[in-house]
């Protein structure tokens, strides 16, 4: 196989989440239920590699983004710089507090953040403060049961060193944001693709190294191709959607802030 050829896990996770009406465009949906609007102001909390504000960038919105790697932010910047963005302001900064006045954005996003920082709460307290009355938070973490699959192939630091600092359930990230006075709109579990992924990228790994594997490697590729093989099966859907109740990488939450 030619490597530009090559099947990427990114463009396997991908299709997953457009099936599931993330990132639709026609209908300018972030994901199902979640339009972003020319005139909204979105914030995104840890923006990491800026695939999610990029999308908000593209309907038109005002975008701000903060992270904690320069590097990160820089990508983001230059990214969100030629979209169709009618304004935007990069932030680099810790996160916590979140560096902006009360009631900032119409939506807040903050994904795959609270299961790694000291107190989960404090920082959605952030996010509802910044977020103005009427409007959404988007909040992803990942699934206490795909860490523990991870578990079992990861070498004993894996966790200390890129692991999180808590596990949440399905009913704990409810439970987390009702607490907060938000109002849960739509709860997804996606992503089961991304754990037999890490999985075996782990698997393969060098021992001791302590992280997944980036290079391609048979094993690997033989679950891209699998995976895109059931993608495109008449009954994948159904696959896809079993799986992810019973082994999602990640859980999802769209709340809104009473106003």
Not at 131 to 159: C, H, K, M, W, Y
């Amino acid at each position: 196989m030619n490597p530009t050829d090559r099947p990427t896990a990114a463009d396997t996770g991908l299709r997953d989440r457009l099936r599931e009406g993330w990132f639709d465009i026609k209908n300018g949906e972030l994901t199902r239920g979640l339009r972003v609007r020319s005139t909204d102001t979105v914030i995104d909390v840890s923006c990491g590699d800026g695939g999610i504000i990029g999308f908000c960038a593209g309907r038109g919105a005002e975008v701000i983004f903060l992270d904690t790697d320069e590097k990160r932010l820089a990508v983001t910047r230059a990214r969100v710089r030629e979209s169709a963005a009618h304004a935007y302001k990069a932030i680099l900064s810790p996160c916590y507090p979140v560096p902006l006045p009360d009631a900032s954005g119409d939506l807040v996003i903050c994904t795959e953040v609270l299961e790694h920082v000291p107190d989960p709460a404090a920082l959605l307290a952030e996010l509802v403060r910044v977020t103005r009355p009427g409007g959404r938070i988007l909040l992803t973490v990942a699934d206490a049961r795909s860490e523990q699959f991870i578990a079992a192939v990861a070498p004993e630091n894996f966790f200390q060193e890129h692991g999180p600092t808590h596990f949440f359930t399905a009913g704990d990230l409810g439970r987390l944001v009702r607490d907060a006075g938000l109002r849960i709109e739509s709860q997804q579990a996606l992503d089961c693709f991304w754990n037999m992924y890490l999985a075996l990228s782990l698997l393969v790994a060098a021992p001791g190294v302590g992280e997944a594997l980036d290079e391609p490697h048979p094993i690997t590729d033989h679950w891209i191709q699998l995976w895109q093989g059931v993608q495109a099966h008449a009954q994948g859907e159904k696959v896809c959607s079993a799986l992810n109740e019973l082994l999602p990488r990640t859980q999802a939450i769209v709340a809104r802030k009473p106003g």
